[in-house]
């Protein structure tokens, strides 16, 4: 995992502030594999809600990402928990690490 622990940390606190406990954050995608170089940070979040209010909270959390991380690409997929699984939310769950 291309994270530090330090990093790790400034995601996990940030998404507890802006998405809730309830909330699972995974890393996935190139920064999974420690052989690789560069990348941008791809992010699995899974969160209970209505549409708007998951919205909201995500576009908090990439705020918080960018102040806590500094300006930097950042992807986050956002799948609502009772929704149908896409096929990038399948290969988050299978493959991604929880953060």
Do not use: C, K, W
């Not at 170089?37 to 699995?44: E, K, W």
């Amino acid at each position: 995992m291309r994270i530090s622990t330090e990093q790790r940390q400034r995601i996990t606190r940030a998404a507890a502030r802006t998405l809730g406990e309830s909330a699972t954050v995974r890393l996935f995608g190139s920064r999974l594999n420690d052989n690789a170089r560069g990348g941008d940070l791809d992010l699995h979040v899974e969160l209970d809600g209505d549409p708007a209010d998951v919205l909201e909270r995500e576009l908090r959390f990439y705020a918080a990402l960018q102040r806590e991380l500094g300006e930097q690409r950042i992807d986050i997929v956002v799948h609502r928990r009772g929704s149908a699984l896409r096929p990038i939310d399948r290969e988050a769950l299978r493959h991604g690490a929880i953060l």
